[in-house]
């Protein structure tokens, strides 16, 4: 939607009027003065989004995806799920816009942290939704499709370290489905566990194939970098 627009500066605001409109002039002048690529305005440091938000679960999930993220990407971004967000046209013109629905927000921030783009942060506040309006997110759905969104955008963006942990996690069962077998075999000269000593190969052989596949996406994602960085 971004690319077929040239600014200075560009905002995104969901339409429910829940954030005041006054703190825009604090969002874009990170931008404007060239000290951000990205300026997040931030409901949840001083409370107000805790105070105005009737919705059950919204902060449980709100923290869950912000530790997550912060946690896979060694970060201390307070607010991920924010809808007042405004960027400079080098964010816009390299975000590659996947997801149809509230995903984007996560989408959004993990692409800043990789590409490790200038964040800042500023505390907005936020208000309740006017009365008799009806949000369309779904908390249980739409948090599973955000959870999922990071899920997929951890392997795209960070691939070694997606398939080293499965690769680990193989190694672990190959390991304990094959250990008793060896054991056996040292001491009988015999092996009657054949279905624990096949799946002790597959798991191996897994783990094996997870290392390879990690390296491989890497290296391809590097070509990519250069690709881009080129063009």
């Known amino acids: 939607m971004f690319r077929d627009i040239d600014a200075d500066c560009y905002v995104v605001v969901d339409g429910d009027l829940t954030y005041p ?4 002039h604090e969002l874009i002048e990170p931008v404007i003065q060239g000290n951000a ?3 997040i305005g931030d409901r949840l440091s001083n409370g107000t989004y805790t105070d105005e938000n009737k919705r059950a679960f ?8 912000k530790n997550t993220i912060n946690f896979l990407y060694k970060s201390d971004v307070k607010d991920i799920m924010t809808g007042y967000r405004a960027f400079d046209p080098l964010f816009v013109k390299t975000m590659p816009v996947m997801s149809p629905g509230f995903e984007i927000e996560t989408e959004m921030t993990i692409h800043a942290l990789d590409k490790r783009l200038n964040v800042k942060e500023v505390p907005i506040d936020y208000q309740d939704r006017p009365e008799g309006s009806e949000s369309k997110l779904n908390t249980y759905s739409d948090g599973f499709k955000v959870l999922r969104k990071i899920f997929t955008l951890f392997k795209e963006y960070k691939p070694l370290s997606f398939f080293t942990i499965w690769s680990v996690l193989f190694l672990v069962l190959g390991l304990a489905a094959g250990i008793p077998v060896i054991v056996e075999f040292v001491q009988t000269q015999f092996v009657e566990k054949v279905p624990s000593a096949i799946l002790a190969v597959g798991l191996i052989v897994l783990s094996v194939l997870s290392l390879i596949c990690g390296s491989f996406w890497t290296r391809l994602r590097r070509v990519r970098r250069s690709s881009m960085r080129l063009s």
């Open 21 to 24: 409109a006054t703190f825009v």
């Open 58 to 65: 919204h902060d449980l999930g709100n923290n869950l995806v």
């Open 37 to 39: 690529n990205m300026v």
